[in-house]
């Protein structure tokens, strides 16, 4: 029987069926109406986003410009890298083209930019953060880009973008952007999970995964100890937990996409919870932790405050930050089974003591 493995300096041969990002939308929606053509639209906007960002992480090093800071800090209080503010200058630049899209909320912008020409039309929101991780680029690991589409509710003439001020279950669509070996989309419009890798030969995005399906329960739990000591007991009792109990994995990479991709794919949880110094936590719920729920949820999966699920938190301010606990329900249940633990005994002692 002759080899059908391809040789050294052969390419094997894709699909010519190969299922692009802009027909996928559309075969989701079983749709070619407005509606179905606009999130389409909107989803090619981001993945040229997602290119762009892709070129020019892929010549860091190599080119000035790229890595290191700007000098300036950002609306959290964190110094900016160049990266984040060329990301975020091209998903302003794609964006302005679309036609669709008002307005546009970024972690890098204290308010939410406006679009002028575009709101007599436009009817979407996004809210994204351009470069996640972006403190792993010098060390050339894995970032991304997180993003979230919602509809505008209202005219929004006093431009303080109170629609905006929601809970998860309004997202229209969410994602996210993995820069790292290949270049891969993975996106969700409610009605499933599913992942693209760029072929840059192509220069599309082709279909790798449909339906993705988080496992309901994981070996892996991704968190970064170093912050044990600023935590809330009922967090502490669960790292005791993983550790004295055999078929636990630690990984954390330091960068969100990077790791909760890999719990999308492989199961299990990560946590940020809040600490001593930020009882609220560091991601922020409307561009970070809402847009991975609403995949988290459509894959099977849970995300949690630990005390309340992540896409039924009403924001009060754009840039507000939750803690979070997200991946397979199971290992999800697990961790609030001992925040829920710590609170009834600090209730039953508050009885005694009364």
Sequence with gaps: MADSTPGIG???????DCTTLSRHVLQQLQSFGPDAQDLSALMNRIALAAKLISRRLSRSGLVEGVLGFTGEVN????????????????FISVFKQSGLVCRLAS???EKPYYIPENCPIGRYTLLY??????????????????????????????????????????????????????TMLVYSIGKGVH???????????????ENIQLPDCGSIYSVNEGNFWQWDESLRDYIRYVHRHEGYTARYGGALVGDFHRILFEGGVFLYPGSVKQPEGKLR?????APLAFLAEQAGGRASTGVEEILDVVADHLHQRTPVIIGSKDNVEL????IQERAREENERLMTSS
């Design 335 to 338: 961790v609030e089974s001992f």
């Design 129 to 182: 953060d351009p470069i996640d991780g972006s403190s792993n680029i010098d060390s050339n690991l894995n970032v991304g880009s997180i993003f979230s589409i919602r509809q505008q509710e209202g005219i929004d003439e006093d431009g303080s973008a109170q629609d905006l001020l929601q809970s998860g279950r309004k997202q229209l669509a969410a994602g996210y952007v993995l820069y790292g070996p290949s």
């Design 195 to 209: 992942s693209f890798t760029l072929d840059p030969s192509l220069g599309e995005f082709i279909l790798s995964s």
């Design 107 to 109: 972690e890098e912008m």
């Design 10 to 16: 052969q390419e094997p041969s894709l699909d010519r």
């Design 285 to 289: 719920l409307l561009y970070e932790t």
């Design 75 to 90: 609306v959290q209080g964190e110094s900016v890298k160049r990266i984040d503010a060329y990301a975020n200058e091209v």
